[in-house]
Structures are given as C-alpha cells and as structure tokens.
C-alpha cells in the first residue's frame, strides 16, 4: 500500500473509530453493557468491511484504471448488502443490543463516508499525468506539429 493510501485509510478509520467511540458511550449509558457491545461490534464491522473495500479499490485504480467507477458502483452496492445481510443474521441476538448495533452501523458508516470524503478532497492527487521528457534530463519534448 503506497503511503498516501495509508494516510487516506487512517484519515478515514481513525473518525469513524472516533464516532463509534461516541455512540458506544451513549448506548452503554441508554442500553448498559449489552449497548456497548453492539455499537463497539458494529463499529468494527463497518472498519473492516469499508477498510477491505478501499483496499480492493485502490488496487483496482492501480492495476485497471479502466474498471475503476464500475468496480466502486459495485463494492460499495456489496457492502451495503453485506451489512444488511449482518443486520439480519444478528438480528434477534442475545450478544448484544440490536437496535444500539443498528443504530451505530449507521452513524459509522456515515462517518466513514465523510470522512473518506474530506481526506479524498484534501488529497493532492494529479488528475493530469505530467509527460515524461525524451531522452534524458532537460531536454524539450520533440515537436511533431507542422509549421506551415
């Protein structure tokens, strides 16, 4: 992982870990114990599932820039399906409270999504690949146009 991809995730983790914090907080205190758990757990889902996602993007950017807005429609479609699919197997749980893990899956993915926002608009990415010179140093870039 190149290091300004690592400061994007962290940039991003470390908020959404942050807001999960919060609401774990909140539901220990509305919920008790049981509330705690279930936001503490649904924040570590939410990490782990966008953290696998930005992975798998950032090397499909690198490895098939062609495939890159397709491959984000559908991760990201993929995550949310997952989540839901986890929502509805810990659903009647004992574990933990359901509605305080609902409820923090939300806040968390909401982080996340900003977060993940803000670090890409702070970013200083090149949207224009600068032309490599020919030959070696300092030399001008041959002109092919006519001077007619």
């Given at each position: 992982m190149r290091s300004d991809d690592a400061r994007s995730l962290l940039h991003t983790a470390v908020p959404t870990a942050?807001?999960?914090?919060?609401v774990a907080v909140i539901?220990?205190?509305?919920?008790?114990?049981?509330?705690a758990i279930g936001a503490i757990v649904a924040t570590l889902v939410v990490i782990l599932f966008m953290g696998i996602g930005f992975v798998v993007l950032q090397r499909t950017a690198r490895s098939m820039p062609h495939l890159f807005?397709?491959?984000?429609?559908?991760?990201?479609t993929t995550q949310i399906l997952l989540l839901f699919v986890f929502v509805a197997v810990f659903k009647n749980t004992?574990?933990?409270?359901?509605?305080?893990f609902a409820?923090?899956?939300v806040a968390a993915t909401?982080?996340?999504?900003?977060?993940?926002?803000?670090?890409?608009?702070?970013?200083?990415?090149?949207y224009v690949e600068p032309d490599a010179?020919?030959?070696?140093?300092?030399?001008?870039?041959?002109?092919?146009?006519s001077s007619s």
């Open positions: 942050a807001v999960g914090a919060i539901s220990g205190v509305v919920a008790g114990g049981k509330g807005q397709m491959m984000g429609l559908v991760l990201y004992t574990l933990f409270h359901p509605k305080a409820i923090t899956l909401l982080a996340w999504i900003g977060a993940q926002t803000r670090a890409h608009m702070k970013a200083k990415i090149l010179t020919k030959g070696g140093k300092g030399e001008k870039p041959e002109n092919t146009g």
